[in-house]
T-cell receptor, first 115, second 113 residues
């Protein structure tokens, strides 16, 4: 069975400080991993994905994520947070064996960047 | 490109009423999805389609029906709305392979009284 855990409902960080939003996953076989961001009253927007290869993935708006197979984690990071990064972040996973309809989402982490 | 669009943006129904949500995409994607988003529960897949004329059940299909008569459109129907169907509904589309990201519409906020 596939699942995604985002252990923190809320993350607060001061503007200019580094941020981390945590994600761990469980999947049969090798995973495809995704991060999406949702701004208020908007749909989800794709940030980045891990397919294969380099464990450090770079995405939109200066975000990056590190795939760690031994810890089954895919934490989202940014070196210097902006107030405009405040949003709801979702991690998602799909087994490479599964069809595209089997994307599982975490429950989301609300990031607040404090000026 | 408009991407993925959804109509309506908001709707209030009374229990027992029916309605249809429309999703349209202009990216020539084969796959389309309907999700619902509830507080603290992330997104849950209602139904999906892997191509024109085909539909399949997702994680939470009860109380909903769908149709994909044209490749670019995916309709979600509520035959007899219930308060438990109060939610935000998102449509998404993608190319077939699981490695491809999904593109989401702006959502429809539905309240069932």
């Amino acid at each position: 069975a596939q699942s995604v855990a985002q252990p923190e409902d809320q993350v607060n960080v001061a503007e200019g400080n580094p941020l981390t939003v945590k994600c761990t996953y469980s999947v049969s076989g090798n995973p495809y991993l995704f991060w999406y961001v949702q701004y208020p009253n908007r749909g989800l927007q794709f940030l980045l994905k891990y397919i294969t290869g380099d464990n450090l993935v770079k995405g939109s708006y200066g975000f990056e994520a590190e795939f760690n197979k031994s810890q089954t984690s895919f934490h989202l990071k940014k070196p210097s947070a902006l107030v405009s990064d405040s949003a709801l972040y979702f991690c998602a996973v799909i087994s490479q064996r599964a069809g595209a309809n089997n994307l599982f989402f975490g429950t989301g982490t609300r990031l607040t960047v404090i000026p | 490109n408009a991407g993925v669009t959804q109509t309506p943006k908001f709707r209030v129904l009374k229990t027992g009423q029916s309605m249809t949500l429309l999703c349209a995409q202009d990216m020539n994607h084969e796959y389309m999805y309907w999700y619902r988003q509830d507080p603290g529960m992330g997104l849950r897949l209602i139904h999906y389609s892997v191509g024109e004329g085909t539909t399949a059940k997702g994680e939470v299909p009860d109380g909903y029906n769908v149709s994909r008569l044209k490749k670019q459109n995916f309709l979600l129907g509520l035959e007899s709305a219930a308060p438990s169907q109060t939610s935000v509904y998102f449509c998404a589309s993608s190319h077939p392979q699981g490695a491809n990201e999904q593109f989401f519409g702006p959502g429809t906020r539905l309240t069932v009284l």
